[in-house]
């Protein structure tokens, strides 16, 4: 099936350190990756849509110069999160559709859990 | 907000009974999609119906969709403890992301 590989799944580290977290489609080509930030007990916020070779598409709130997102193959989408402070501590999900038709599943990466000290 | 809302929140039940989880959302779908989360991991998919679809199987889990009331449900028989986690539904209306709902958090007690 599908396989979709998220790293690191844990980060600890000092605020102000930028994080950059990689999914990569490891099967299957993915001209559309989403990523996601989860609270605890809380369900998935989209965050943004990161499509290959084009800018991401923010969702409304989000700050693009904050949570910067690269989509430079089919393969492989990188969130970077600048000078992160302790409010961006979160769990950060990405997932990417196999196929572009319709009616197709999200496939997800295992999580980022991001602690900012 | 397209976000649906998943009923109920927290469910309970001993290993072996049922579990019901249901769903509700408010726009028109092209589909609806089944997630699990066990605890500090990605999300699995385990189903998916299409909007005209009514009723769907995969192994112990049976899922049903009404469109008309906007609103899908998913049975788990037979429950066992590894069943324990969180269940999302996600509705796909056309515009390539998908829609999540709150969740229900399952345990099942040995």
């Known amino acids: 099936g599908a396989v979709v590989s998220q790293h690191p799944s844990w980060v600890i580290c000092k605020s102000g350190t930028s994080v950059k977290i990689e999914c990569r489609s490891l099967?299957?080509?993915?001209?559309?990756m989403f990523w996601y930030r989860q609270f605890p007990k809380q369900s998935l916020m989209l965050m943004a849509t990161s499509n290959e070779g084009s800018k991401a598409t923010y969702e409304q709130g989000v700050e693009k110069d904050k949570f910067l997102i690269n989509h430079a193959s089919l393969t492989l989408s990188t969130l970077t999160v600048t000078s992160a402070h302790p409010e961006d501590s979160s769990f950060y999900i990405c997932?990417?559709?196999?196929?572009?038709?319709?009616?197709?599943?999200?496939?997800f990466g295992d999580g980022t859990r991001l602690s900012i000290l | 907000s397209q976000q649906g809302e998943e009923d109920p929140q927290a469910l309970s039940i001993q290993e072996g009974e049922n579990a019901t989880m249901n769903c509700s959302y408010k726009t028109s779908i092209n589909n609806l999609q089944w997630y699990r989360q066990n605890s500090g991991r990605g999300l699995v998919h385990l189903i998916l119906?299409?909007?005209?679809?009514r009723e769907k199987h995969s192994g112990r889990l049976r899922v049903t969709l009404d469109t008309s009331k906007k609103s899908s449900s998913l049975l788990i028989t037979a429950s066992r403890a590894a069943d324990t986690a969180s269940y999302f539904c996600?509705?796909?209306?056309?515009?390539?992301?998908?829609?999540f709902g709150t969740g229900t958090r399952l345990t099942v007690i040995p």
């Open positions: 997932s990417a559709r196999d196929g572009s038709g319709g009616n197709q599943p999200q496939h």
């Open positions: 099967d299957f080509q993915a001209t559309t």
């Open positions: 996600a509705t796909d209306v056309g515009a390539n992301n998908l829609f």
């Open positions: 119906i299409r909007s005209n679809e």
